[in-house]
């Protein structure tokens, strides 16, 4: 079976995994130390059915989507979770903590060269498609990166246009009247995640939590529905391509 290697353990790359699982070799290649955490996903669905062919019923109960009038909003840390889970159950090699130090294009693809958490997660991989999906991943200041830039063979899922943004979360009180810029999603727990371009609104008691990332500048190619398809998108791509 042909290799391919994704790049980024996102809900995107973890779709195409388990979607190529049964027809080519397929690894997950992850700078951070779990798959899920840290999480630059806004926890937004529109369809929760998109998830039913890639999550058990346990599953998407742990999850406890909470309905409001754009959708569903949950964890999407969980769902970044599970869909690791299901993908390393369908034989998907996953590799955290590792990076790709060396890469070579081939005449029939790819060669990359990893070092991992210790010695013996060190090794090469053959393929014939690399996808690269850092777009949606989390690179912490001063971290080192992947070296695939001069790869010609590589996949990018596409979402269009990425612009900085400033995610959080606060008490669903503190988050009534918030200024209509501001993407906002209440959340079951009594918190709402709150995403915007700037740090200008605060809420008064605080942030639970804070992340600086990249998001898609169009809202719709932020939530984990337009993952989801796009991650199929990619393996249909690539099982064509065969």
Same mark, same amino acid.
């Given at each position: 079976m042909d290799s391919v @290697? #994704?790049? +980024? +353990? =996102? *809900? %995107?790359?973890? *779709? =195409?995994? *388990? $979607? #190529? %699982?049964q027809t &080519?070799? @397929?690894t997950v290649v992850e700078l951070n130390a779990e798959i899920g955490l840290p999480c630059v996903s806004p926890g &937004? *669905?529109?369809?929760?059915? @998109? #998830?039913? /062919?890639?999550? =058990? /019923? $346990?599953?998407?109960?742990?999850?406890?989507p909470f309905s409001f009038e754009a959708g569903y909003t949950l964890r999407s840390e969980w769902v970044l979770k599970h869909l690791g889970t299901h993908a390393a159950q369908k034989g998907v090699d996953i590799l955290t903590r590792t990076r790709i130090c060396e890469s070579f294009t081939t005449d029939d693809g790819f060669l990359i060269e990893f070092i991992g958490a210790g010695r013996a997660r060190s090794g090469q991989v053959e393929g014939k498609y690399l996808v690269d999906d850092r777009q949606w991943t989390y690179i912490a200041p001063g971290s080192k990166v992947h070296n695939i830039d001069s790869l010609e063979s590589k996949v990018v899922p596409s979402f269009g246009v990425f612009i900085p943004m400033n995610g959080g979360t606060a008490l669903k009180s503190d988050c009534l009247d918030l200024p209509s810029e501001i993407y906002s999603l209440p959340r079951h727990e009594g918190l709402t995640e709150v995403w915007q371009e700037n740090f200008d609104w605060l809420p008064k008691r605080g942030w639970i939590e804070t992340v600086q990332c990249s998001l898609p500048q169009k809202h719709l190619n932020r939530d984990i529905d337009a993952q989801i398809n796009e991650g199929r998108r990619v393996a249909k791509q690539i099982k064509l391509d065969n």
């Open positions: @290697v #994704l790049v +980024g +353990g =996102t *809900i %995107s790359n973890l *779709i =195409t995994a *388990i $979607e #190529l %699982s &080519h070799d @397929v &937004h *669905i529109r369809d929760l059915d @998109v #998830l039913e /062919p890639y999550l =058990t /019923p $346990e599953q998407l109960a742990f999850l406890q």
